[in-house]
């Protein structure tokens, strides 16, 4: 389904108790989330924004000289760690898992690292089992969400309305799928059938991506090893990321960075490739409008058109749209600007179909 937003993409952050959930959103975020070492210390909904690093947005704003600058962003939010049973009340999870049914994404954090200081709390690391645990709370989550529907919709379809037999069919084959616990997402369903449950915000029909939480320097072996089978068992990217280094970072310069780098040969995980993954996982493009007035980057999905891109500008412009003018964003700089890039014939005049490429720069005529 298409990303109708833009600025505010965001992500849900799940997984067991102190595998480093609250310490990579701190990291992300730069918040003061307790991080504390030990089961349910977030007991509250955080929520933080992050600004995506765009080096085309900047160069766009210089030029220009621009007065107000508007990166996309991502809206991370971080909920209290899950345990088996969480869908049932056990622990804090249960409580906190609708904040994050509206999210278009679903990151979980994996603890694969060896710690006699922090506790797991089923005592082992296996971060494949973990994800089985945290993703059955989820399946579970669906299920209480799929029978509650059914039991609305039992009614109409008993009156013999084609829509209510038809979506209660549907709900009736996702929970069969649910109870052999399989995730929504991995159930091919059409986008027809999509649309029919799109407002039950089902949690295993988001897309997913993988953070395995690591201490670069030990066992990186292993934790390939690891990578490599959630890879062939979900086909999602998977990140390996130290998260406690990540947020440790932020404060060293390029220089101790860089001596970190030809230490240990092999170059750390940082919050761009976090934000990058997220990226490849909804399948996103970035597209730009500017002026000396305000610069903005807007993020749609991949196969958009030049339409549906003028709608996440404004839906006014969609509504009302004529045509649009395009040029890539370096090309355009390059050249001097708009009118020289013109010049060149490195503008084109497109209609509604045109599909948006990624850097793209847009000037859209619309009657409204």
Not at 143 to 149: A, D, G, P, Y
Not at 202 to 224: A, D, M, S
């Amino acid at each position: 389904m298409s990303v109708t937003k833009s600025h505010s993409l965001s992500i849900g952050v799940v997984g067991l108790p102190n595998v480093g959930k609250s310490t990579i959103f701190n990291s992300l975020t730069k918040l003061a989330v307790p991080a504390e070492n030990f089961p349910f210390c977030t007991i509250d909904k955080n929520v933080g924004v992050v600004e995506i690093p765009d080096s085309r947005l900047s160069r766009l704003s210089k030029f220009f000289q621009a007065e107000k600058i508007v990166p996309s962003s991502m809206t991370f939010v971080d909920i209290a760690g899950l345990v088996k049973g969480a869908s049932q009340g056990e622990g804090l999870g249960n409580q906190f898992l609708s904040h994050i049914r509206e999210t278009d994404v679903i990151m979980y954090v994996l603890r694969a690292f060896e710690s006699s200081n922090i506790v797991h709390v089923y005592d082992r690391i296996n971060p494949i089992e973990d994800f089985e645990i945290v993703q059955s709370e989820l399946i579970f989550k669906d299920i209480e969400s799929i029978e509650k529907r059914m039991h609305a919709v039992e009614k109409i379809k008993r009156s013999g309305d084609e829509k209510g037999i038809k979506e209660y069919e549907l709900l009736s084959k996702i929970l069969k799928k649910l109870n052999e616990g399989i995730p929504v997402i991995e159930m091919g369903l059409t986008d027809e059938e999509n649309i029919l449950i799109y407002d039950l915000f089902l949690l295993t029909n988001k897309r997913r991506l993988f953070i395995l939480n690591y201490k670069e320097g030990i066992e990186r072996g292993k934790v390939e090893n690891w990578k490599k089978e959630l890879e062939e068992k979900t086909k999602d990217i998977v990140v390996i990321v130290d998260v406690k280094f990540v947020g440790e970072m932020a404060e060293m310069t390029e220089d101790q960075i860089q001596e970190y780098i030809e230490m240990l040969d092999i170059k750390p995980g940082l919050v761009e490739d976090i934000i990058q993954a997220a990226y490849q996982t909804l399948n996103l493009i970035t597209f730009y409008t500017g002026s000396k007035k305000e610069c903005n980057a807007w993020c749609i999905q991949s196969g958009a058109s030049a339409k549906e891109a003028a709608g996440v500008i404004h839906t006014d412009l969609e509504h009302g749209f004529i045509t649009a003018d395009v040029v890539n964003v370096d090309e355009m700089i390059d050249s001097g600007g708009w009118v020289e890039a013109k010049e060149r014939g490195l503008v084109k005049n497109v209609g509604k179909e045109y599909i948006v490429k990624d850097g793209d720069y847009m000037i859209v005529l619309s009657n409204k």
